[in-house]
């Protein structure tokens, strides 16, 4: 079995988010893909989100939208900050040792790892998918493969490096999807359509629930990143 596992503020959860998962998904066959969104983001402990239960709302609706993707409200039951190596340490404890997880994040949050902790022990745990992502260029991934002892094999693909613990990188390109989880908190500040931005349940429920309208909730943060890699705040 081959599980894969997408985190994120997921501030509002997108298209963007929900297509990645979904082409990941198939390109490598992964039985599920669970959208995980982080509980408190180590990075943005100065930059309060919308409260978990909103955010969990919103990817349980935008997993609706497909048999292959399932929110997860892991990190939500979990005190203190969302780190990653502690949640790949109790997935294993979920799943045993019989499935294969495959991490999913972007190039720019790859490019930072090394501000994570306990990052080199990451890959015990997990094989990492690498997703290549608009205006985001990779210098700098030679040295932290390097760093992490990450070598190419003549016997893979020529997007896929192995890792000392014999965990895969898997490097794909996505459709590109220019669409900010940022920019849809300003544009329902700014009373704009957020139509096709976010699955239409997501939108209802947003206005239901009156999301993003006040300043308290009008945050600076990073476009579509996938916040739940515990990286040191900013």
């Not at 990645?20 to 992964?30: I, Q």
């Not at 693909?157 to 794909?172: C, E, K, Q, W, Y």
Request: glycine content about 8%.
């Amino acid at each position: 079995m081959k599980l894969g596992i997408l985190g994120g503020t997921f501030d509002p959860i997108h298209l963007g988010h929900l297509r990645s998962a979904e082409e990941v998904g198939f390109h490598l066959g992964l039985e599920k893909v669970y959208l995980m969104p982080s509980a408190l983001p180590p990075h943005k402990a100065k930059s309060p989100v919308t409260p978990f239960h909103h955010r969990l709302a919103m990817v349980r609706l935008g997993a609706d939208c497909s048999t292959r993707l399932e929110a997860m409200d892991l990190e939500g039951n979990r005190p203190g900050f969302s780190y990653s190596i502690e949640t790949l340490r109790e997935l294993h404890q979920i799943f045993g040792p019989a499935p294969e997880l495959f991490f999913i994040l972007g190039m720019d949050a790859f490019l930072e790892i090394r501000t994570w902790r306990n990052y080199k022990q990451l890959f015990d745990y997990a094989h990492f998918v690498i997703l290549s992502r608009a205006g985001v260029r990779n210098h700098g991934l030679d040295a932290i493969f390097s760093d992490l002892g990450v070598e190419k094999s003549e016997k893979r693909p020529p997007n896929v490096f192995v890792a000392p613990s014999g965990r895969t990188l898997i490097l794909i390109t996505t459709t590109l999807m220019e669409i900010s989880s940022t920019n849809i908190r300003n544009m329902v500040k700014e009373d704009k359509s957020i139509h096709f931005l976010v699955p239409e349940t997501v939108r209802a429920y947003i206005i239901k629930k009156g999301l993003y309208l006040s300043d308290d909730l009008h945050r600076k943060s990073k476009t579509m990143s996938y916040d739940y890699s515990g990286k040191k705040s900013h």
